[in-house]
């Protein structure tokens, strides 16, 4: 039968007959003009070398044997030649078009040209010849193939009106169209039409309600698969088992690999490279010690895919020891096991080893790629190696391993951690030149890592310039201003964030409520803790109660917000004593603080800041007797005050400085500089704040103790070292103290610099003699 030229379109225009399942969709049920207009979508090749060989094998082959033979076998042969822009030609040569069409569709679809395969489809239905059930299925496949529903849906429609609706083969080619663009209900009803289901079929569709985490579903058709008599193979059980592993369902996972098990299955490769990562996940331990067995009963421990989601699930596990003999039990590495087995290293943080694997896995010349420098990267950015994390990311290049949009997110916490602005600016450099910078990945990464770095308003301009922004874009600006004081502009961005319809979630009321708390706003605070649960349904949390907490005490509210503590609706923490603590030390408000501090002290019994912050109002109190006692409690536990440590990057170079460091080349200088400064101060009207030392020595002695501070020493440095007017930026591992803030100020404007100060509560900038933290912190 042939259908003259539009003949598809009247009929599915003027059909009332019954429609397929998914043909009820207006936008989905449309004529066949993609089909019939889409010979310009699909480029052929037009380079007449290409076409040499076949045209002479086509000429030869027309002198030795009949049209109708020759032309279904040029078709249907080796598709390697791809010269399909002179099927035109053959065809309507051809007496029997019909299978040509057939035979040239079904070898397209085998080598992949599947919008190759589509345009000589829309060729042979423009010639006005019907479809039969052979060449359909072909058609499906290379819909599936590039994903088009709308194509696939109209040749859905063309069988169904050309009477091949029962044609059990097209059907369950159409169940895997359905499911490769994600319509599972359509492929369910496509499914329930086959006469015959066959195993493939079945199999497919259960993987896809696993996929979807489809539970109840799965199960159901498994059901009916033993009622139709189907027979599931090993290939049925690894996609459920697969399916489920993809969806999150860890348990169900591993309850369906369980089964597979009782049903006499032996479990492949892809059984257990599947419910490996289940295991681990839910770190259920003996259960992957039991597979691990299975692995080497049926003798899979060469399997480099089994070895890598070994190596994964001990890695969750947090059992270093154990990846590393599987990994030492392989003839031969290859990069996948090499990649798990740092990644789980550097999970269970253990990054001197995973440090000193990838040096040997260079060493052996093993052929590492971008996925293996990431992660190294990665786990050195999360472990505090920031150093190392760029001193990898120069090497990676030096390899030769061009960075990602992966690799980018993972180095720019090391420049923000350390405050490195140059080396975060030529990052940033590069994500612009290989045209990453638009993925909001990379572009939330450089918003943190600019706030990080004390350039707020970088951060900002990043955010402007991004084409598609996430809840954490939102939240990574949010964060920043919150850090830096600037409440007013946090305030705005929450509002602006949501009148671009995105909505807020916990940790955009974090940032909130930490805005408030560093601006002073105590009442707009308690308006959005109110606000939270009441209009978007978000119960507070721990880390909101500490905010609150924060917020009470740094308005001098010590009695409301120990009142606020002890009414939680959960056990408070560390973190909510902590800054009730905090508070209480800079309010001298003793009794409330020897409340939070046994709570600590019973919390937290290893450490040390605690003990200090106690200490800390004591000494404020000139209690000694007190200071003492709780020193020796600090000795008799073995416990030693943290060191101030500062950093400040210097002509792209990071110095680290230690409070009391005399180990730096340039320390008779520093302390030069700081002498004649505090000369300076002296005659300005400055008198040190001695009462942040906690010793009971002679006043004299504790001013030359507050020179030593580390904040003090890297700000020295940076004026030695730059000119005037060059701004510093210097980060501090605790807070900053009363005396360095107030002798800071006095440098900005003395020295006429601005100094950016990143301490662990929020960050200070110093200009003209001002913090703008408002003295507040």
């Known amino acids: 039968m042939r259908l003259p030229n539009a003949f598809a379109v009247r009929i599915l225009s003027s059909s009332s007959g019954k429609r397929p399942p998914c043909c009820s969709n207006g936008g989905l049920n449309s004529s066949f003009e993609i089909l019939l207009g889409s010979k310009q979508s699909f480029s052929t090749s037009t380079n007449k070398e290409d076409f040499t060989d076949p045209l002479n094998t086509h000429a030869s082959t027309l002198t030795t044997v009949s049209a109708d033979s020759s032309t279904a076998e040029l078709f249907s042969g080796d598709p390697g030649h791809r010269t399909f822009g002179n099927a035109g030609p053959i065809l309507n040569a051809s007496t029997s078009a019909a299978v040509s069409f057939s035979n040239h569709i079904y070898s397209l679809t085998r080598s992949n040209q599947y919008g190759e395969a ?376 929450f509002n602006l964030m949501q009148k671009s319809g995105q909505e807020p979630d916990f940790i955009s009321f974090t940032s909130v409520l930490s805005a408030c708390s560093q601006g002073g706003l105590t009442e707009e605070g308690k308006f959005y803790f109110d606000s939270m649960s009441k209009d978007y349904g978000i119960e507070p949390r721990l880390e909101h109660y500490s905010c609150m907490v924060s917020l009470l005490g740094r308005a001098g509210r010590i009695v409301e917000a120990y009142t606020m503590v002890k009414q939680m609706p959960m056990e408070p923490v560390g973190c909510i004593w902590g800054p009730l603590l905090s508070s209480c030390r800079v309010h001298h408000n003793l009794a409330i603080g020897e409340i939070a501090a046994r709570k600590l002290f019973e919390l937290e019994p290893n450490n040390p800041g605690n003990y200090v912050l106690l200490s800390n109002i004591y000494a404020s109190k000139s209690m000694w007797v007190e200071v003492n006692s709780v020193r020796e409690m600090m000795k008799s536990k073995g416990l030693r005050k943290n060191p101030g440590c500062s950093w400040i990057e210097i002509k792209n170079k990071v110095h680290m400085l230690l409070a009391g460091d005399n180990l730096h080349p340039q320390m008779p200088e520093i302390t030069k500089k700081l002498g004649e400064l505090r000369v300076e101060m002296q005659k300005s009207g400055y008198l040190p704040h001695t009462d942040f030392v906690l010793q009971d020595v002679e006043e004299q002695d504790k001013e030359e103790m507050l020179c030593d501070h580390s904040e003090k020493l890297a700000v020295a440095l940076g004026l030695l070292n730059t000119s005037r007017g060059f701004p510093l930026q210097v980060i501090k591992n605790l807070r900053i103290c009363g005396d360095c803030h107030a002798v800071i100020k006095f440098i900005s404007e003395f020295e006429d610099r601005e100094i950016f100060v990143r301490d662990t509560n929020r960050f200070h900038h110093f200009k003209d003699g001002a913090c703008s933290c408002g003295d507040l912190w």
Not at 170 to 196: G, N, T
Not at 224 to 253: P, Q
């Open 118 to 493: 589509i345009r000589v489809f829309a060729q042979m239905l423009s010639q006005g010849i019907s479809p039969d059930c052979y060449v359909l299925p072909s058609v499906v496949k290379a819909t599936a193939g590039l994903s088009s529903l709308k194509t696939g849906v109209q040749v859905h429609c063309l069988a169904f009106v050309n009477g091949h609706h029962s044609d059990s083969l097209l059907l369950s080619s159409l169940v895997h169209f359905y499911l490769k663009c994600d319509r599972l209900m359509e492929a369910r009803k496509v499914f329930d039409r086959i006469p015959r289901p066959n195993v493939v079929a079945c199999s497919a569709l259960l993987s896809g309600y696993a996929r979807k985490g489809c539970v109840e579903e799965t199960k159901e058709l498994l059901g009916e698969a033993v009622e139709m008599g189907l027979e599931l193979n090993l290939v049925s059980w690894n996609g459920m088992i697969a399916g489920f592993n993809h969806s999150r369902h860890f348990k169900d996972s591993i309850l369906m690999f369980r089964d597979m098990h009782s049903e006499g299955f032996k479990p492949d490769g892809t059984s257990i490279s599947s419910v490996l990562p289940a295991v681990g996940d839910l770190e259920m331990l003996p259960c992957g010690v039991q597979i691990h067995g299975c692995v080497i009963k049926q003798g899979l421990s060469q399997d480099n895919w089994v070895v890598s989601s070994l190596v994964d699930m001990y890695g969750k596990c947090a059992r270093p020891n154990e990846m590393s003999k599987v990994c030492e039990e392989l003839h031969e590495m290859d990069v996948g096991a090499c990649n798990a087995l740092i990644t789980g290293l550097s999970r269970t943080g253990c990054v001197e080893g995973a440090l000193k694997r990838f040096k040997q896995f260079k060493r052996q010349g093993l052929n590492l790629n971008v996925v293996s420098w990431t992660s190294m990267i990665a786990s050195c950015s999360q472990n505090g190696k920031d150093m190392e994390a760029l001193e990898l990311f120069r090497e990676m290049q030096m390899e030769g391993i061009k960075p990602n949009s992966v690799t980018i997110p993972c180095l720019l916490p090391a420049c923000g951690n350390i405050a490195a602005l140059m080396h975060g600016k030529a990052v940033h450099c590069f994500s612009l030149k290989n045209w990453v910078s638009n993925d909001v990945y990379v572009g939330t990464a450089l918003i943190d890592m600019y706030a990080n770095c004390g350039r707020i308003q970088l951060s900002r301009r990043c955010f402007d310039s991004m084409p598609r922004r996430n809840l954490v874009s939102w939240n990574a600006l949010l964060g920043g201003y919150a850090m830096h004081g600037k409440t007013k502009e946090a305030l705005e961005v």
